[in-house]
């Protein structure tokens, strides 16, 4: 293969070296995550409450909004919307703070010999913690539907992982990327914006055509986003989903391993 | 043990101006074929040029030169932060720069969150850093203050802390750029103590200044960069009296 020869053997045993030392770092990307959470709410009153308290008014408004718009039932709309648009912001969080995970931490690379794999992970750990904040609102909505989605809710937990790993991969390789072209966070933003509306988010795969259906099989976005969604709401995602959710996964790691272990000693130059 | 070998490093940085770093040039280039060569828009600059250094336990290296003559650059690579673009550089040992000791120091976050947060980068254990975090707030004398957000500190006060955390672990190798005097005149007496103990404790020292008094009463050898260069090395008299 072609790419092989890209990466020498050094390069590929300190990218390894990076990410297995990066990953063991735990108290320190740990610790970056959860202050990056509590700076953002620092001085006010109900601190990291505002991010469950914008998605209940996000969830509340836009909900009634739109199932009167799609002439759904609330009881049925609302419920739906609180999953999936958690999930979302998961998803497009991590996709928009990919890009400046090395950049913020210019600091910390310009000056120490820091495995880079702390970063994305701190930036990991940021989004995991705001999506937990998020996701206490989906029991409560589903308390005042009636809605209970049973054990199936589990098979969420697989699919967070799916989430998780691919979400792992595209940091190392959009972060690599962004350092060196300062275009691609505002590239980023308008990308995530459009795919907003291109994924299941607000509307319901059902709506769409059969043909346009399947096309969401080719968008990254709609396959993990319904991974997680889907068991959250009480409804197990078709095989074809896992399917898709692994087989992007091996592009999606092949790409960001060749980006990882040829630039990574590049990026503190980059900064 | 700590040790440090340099080989033939070279450090050479790209400088991209606005259009060099966007995406948009980048395509236009690929697509319009290699007319003016792929490096159109960059600058390169060769910060280090093939650079050998040994040191061992017990070295105490003077780094002399004048300003952009790389010292920094090589303080960098010493650090791990920079890997060279060409040549090897394999360094054992715990390394402490204090390059830019307020480095990652955030000043909405209290004195003791910061001082936590450098703890955790410098690998301590939550316990160890309970050990040690009195002995710094003490050094830092700082009393209640260190439970408000740095940002209602002075610049002295947030030095002190800065300093106290970046000091409070003896490291196997010790590298300083320049030695700043902190706060006022009876806490830069207390800091230059405690510095003076960090250097004797250290495996390695190197220490670039631009003070021949100083680098005389703490080094044992010496090197002196010209553009990127190492061009003298000897006994810190050699080299710096030359």
């Known amino acids: 293969m072609a790419f092989y020869h890209i990466i020498s053997r050094r390069e590929a045993a300190l990218a390894v070296a990076d990410l297995s030392t990066g990953s063991r770092s735990w108290p320190i990307w740990t610790h970056l995550g959860l202050m990056d959470i509590r700076q953002r709410y620092r001085r006010s009153r109900l601190g990291q409450f505002w991010i469950t308290l914008s998605m209940a008014l996000f969830v509340g408004g836009i909900g009634l909004v739109n199932a009167s718009l799609f002439k759904a039932a609330a009881a049925d709309y609302i419920p739906y919307l609180a999953a999936s648009f958690t999930v979302w912001t998961l998803v497009a969080g991590l996709a928009n703070d990919a890009t400046g995970v090395f950049t913020q931490a210019a600091p910390f690379l310009r000056q120490a010999a820091i495995p880079k794999t702390v970063f994305v992970l701190r930036v990991m750990t940021r989004n995991l913690v705001a999506f937990a904040h998020n996701l206490a609102i989906v029991p409560m909505v589903f308390l005042v539907f009636g809605v209970w989605p049973g054990t199936t809710a589990l098979l969420a937990l697989p699919g967070l992982a799916l989430l998780l790993a691919a979400g792992f991969c595209a940091v190392h390789a959009v972060g690599v990327l962004a350092t060196r072209f300062r275009d691609l966070p505002q590239i980023m933003q308008n990308v995530v914006q459009l795919a907003f509306f291109l994924t299941p988010v607000m509307w319901r795969p059902e709506q769409l055509g059969p043909q346009a259906r399947a096309l969401l099989s080719f968008n990254p976005f709609a396959v993990y986003l319904s991974l997680v969604a889907d068991p959250l709401l009480g409804r197990a995602p078709p095989l074809g989903t896992w399917l898709a959710g692994v087989g992007l996964l091996l592009p999606l790691a092949g790409v960001a391993w060749i980006l990882f272990a040829r630039f990574r000693a590049r990026i503190p130059y980059w900064l | ?242």
């Open chain 2, 1 to 242: 043990m700590a040790s440090i070998a340099l080989r033939d490093v070279c450090v050479e940085f790209p400088i991209y101006n606005a259009a060099g770093r966007s995406l948009r040039r980048g395509l236009l280039r690929t697509v319009g074929g290699g007319l003016d060569g792929a490096d159109a828009g960059v600058v390169r600059v060769q910060a280090l040029r093939n650079v050998d250094l040994a040191l061992a336990p017990g070295d105490r290296l003077a780094l002399v030169g004048h300003n952009g003559a790389g010292k920094s650059t090589l303080l960098r690579v010493l650090s791990g932060a920079y890997e060279p673009s060409s040549g090897e550089a394999a360094i054992t040992g715990r390394v402490a720069s204090l390059l830019d000791i307020t480095l990652g120091m955030d000043e909405d976050l209290t004195g003791r969150e910061n001082i936590a947060l450098r703890a955790a980068f410098a690998g301590l254990t939550r316990r160890e850093l309970a050990e040690r975090m009195d002995e710094i707030a003490e050094f830092c004398e700082l009393g209640a203050f260190l439970d408000l957000p740095m940002r209602t500190y002075s610049s002295g006060m947030a030095l002190r802390v800065a300093f106290a955390v970046s000091t409070a672990l003896t490291p196997d190798i010790l590298l300083i750029d320049e030695l700043i005097a902190v706060g006022d005149a009876g806490f830069a007496a207390k800091a230059r103590a405690r510095i003076e103990s960090l250097m004797d404790r250290t495996a390695i020292l190197v220490l670039a200044s631009h003070s021949a008094e100083i680098l005389e009463s703490y080094c044992n050898k010496a090197i002196r960069m010209e553009g990127g260069r190492v061009v003298a090395a000897g006994t810190v008299r050699e080299v710096v009296g030359g």
